[in-house]
């Protein structure tokens, strides 16, 4: 049976792979959460309002600013990846990974302040 290199696992490369699928994942699994919002628009007013009184819970608004984290932490795994694929990044890699991690943190932070402010 082969063995499985761990060393790859070490490598920001591999975690910001990770971090994009997940993130995109994750993603993925709230759009039908926000579909079911929408059609609460089109049900008419009482029951928009019934949900928009839910989604000012405590829980929800720290919901709110995960998924606007994982939207920061996905777009910039994207971008990373264009840049990877059109060869402009091979020398920054590590400084794109690191720059991408630090503006989605920066945009959660600024949501949550905003979100609790």
């Given at each position: 049976m082969r063995q499985i290199d761990r060393r790859a696992h070490a490598h920001p490369s591999w975690w910001a792979?990770?971090?994009?699928?997940?993130?995109?994942?994750?993603v993925a699994l709230f759009l039908p959460l926000h579909f079911l919002a929408l059609s609460q628009a089109l049900a008419g007013p009482a029951a928009l309002e019934g949900f928009l009184r839910f989604a000012d819970a405590p829980l929800v608004k720290v919901a709110e600013w995960?998924?606007?984290?994982?939207?920061a932490l996905h777009l910039t795994g994207g971008v990373r990846l264009l840049l990877i694929e059109f060869g402009r990044a091979s020398d920054l890699r590590k400084n794109w990974i690191a720059g991408g991690t630090g503006v989605a943190t920066a945009v959660g932070l600024a949501f949550a302040l905003a979100l609790f402010t």
């Open positions: 792979f990770w971090l994009h699928r997940v993130s995109g994942l994750l995960g998924l606007v984290t994982l939207l």
